[in-house]
């Protein structure tokens, strides 16, 4: 595609690259086709020179590249599109889930001349009928050869959507017997707030009343759960993970489970506990999850009820951004589980 100023005469079927006004009104828009109507308009106008797009054999026009392109993307990720329009494609979520984007096959996509998408951030928890992404041609037409490099690399799976769908929960609060109504009502709200924002989960609470064998205690309850299939068990109690030796690290162990992550560049949520018995996961949430505001729970909690695998490379990548409330030293409070 050629972009150059020409005389009227020289614009003929090409397409008007800027728009034209005359007398303080809009003439023409931009991305019109040229014939000799809009030549007449021009001239009476007195009109002598214009911007045009020349487009070659080979190019394709910006609002067909953008739905071939947006095409590739949604293609079986559980998206929908809405028609090009000035060469932008708008991305939609069919059904509630989680939105991923891969960052290198995103940066490649944009590195392409002309072809920009921009996304939800990372792992954003999205309902049905949302935006996820809106991509955009930016000149009046691209090559074919950038069309299918485009497509190619959306084929690869730059975006994806992963269904928020039913899942087996159970928070397991742990403690002395005297603290027993007071822990759970403290992590029973909360906690059914966020879940019941993330899907209809069936969830469960049990307290654990710890004695004179408080690994073992805890580990039989863990066992108990995932034997019975639940899909995620969360851990929480008077206090919170101090050491991958601590009570709840070993009780997963005693379990038959694996910890996997001990802490976490994450504030309010340092002290987070992340293990793995087979295909269920065991999350030892820090006190902050007792609190309404947004913390590491929030961060983890959509990506582990859509089934992804989670480690401590996923884990400390959640460091850059992840000061997620007021800055300060770390916070404890009257029960002693630390943020």
């Keep these: ?16 690259g800027h728009n034209m006004s005359h007398e303080g009104r809009r003439l023409l828009r931009k991305g019109r086709k040229l014939g000799q109507e809009e030549l007449d308009q021009l001239a009476v106008a007195k009109v002598e020179w214009v911007y ?20 590739s993307l949604a293609e079986r990720e559980g998206l929908s599109i809405r028609a090009a329009h000035g060469g932008r494609v708008s991305l939609r979520a069919t059904k509630q ?35 996820v992404a809106t991509l955009k041609v930016i000149p009046f037409a691209l090559p074919e050869a950038t ?40 992590y029973r709200a909360p906690l059914e707030q966020r879940l019941s924002g993330l899907g209809a989960h069936d969830v469960t609470f049990e307290y654990v009343s710890l004695s004179t064998s408080p690994e073992q205690e805890l580990a039989a309850a863990i066992r108990a759960h995932l034997d019975q299939g639940v899909h995620l068990v969360i851990v929480v109690g008077e206090t ?18 694996e910890v996997h992550v001990v802490g976490a560049a994450v ?19 820090p006190g902050c999850v007792r609190s309404r505001a947004k913390n590491v729970v929030d961060l983890l909690l959509p990506r582990l009820l859509v089934g992804e695998r989670l480690g401590r490379r996923e884990v400390a990548e959640l460091g850059q951004g992840g000061l997620l409330g007021s800055s300060g030293h770390g916070s404890g409070d009257e029960d002693g589980a630390d943020a």
């Design 1 to 16: 595609m050629k972009f150059r100023r020409v005389t009227l005469e020289q614009a003929r079927g090409h397409i008007l």
């Design 52 to 71: 045009v797009a020349e487009l070659d054999a080979t190019d394709i026009g910006e609002d067909e590249a953008a739905l071939r392109i947006a095409r």
């Design 97 to 131: 889930g989680v939105f991923g984007s891969r960052t290198d096959l995103l940066l490649e996509l944009n590195l392409l001349d002309g072809v920009t998408l921009a996304t939800l951030p990372n792992h954003s928890v999205v309902q049905a009928g949302q935006g």
């Design 147 to 186: 069309v299918k490099r485009a497509e190619a690399l959306a084929k690869r799976g730059v975006v994806s959507l992963a269904a928020l769908e039913p899942r087996r929960v159970c928070v397991v609060v742990s403690g002395s017997e005297g603290r027993r109504e007071r822990l759970l009502e403290a």
């Design 240 to 257: 919170a993970t101090m050491d991958s030796h601590d009570l709840a690290p070993e009780a997963i162990r005693r379990a038959g489970g």
């Design 267 to 285: 504030f309010p949520g340092n002290l987070l506990l992340l293990g793995y018995r087979d295909h269920s996961a065991i999350l030892g949430a």
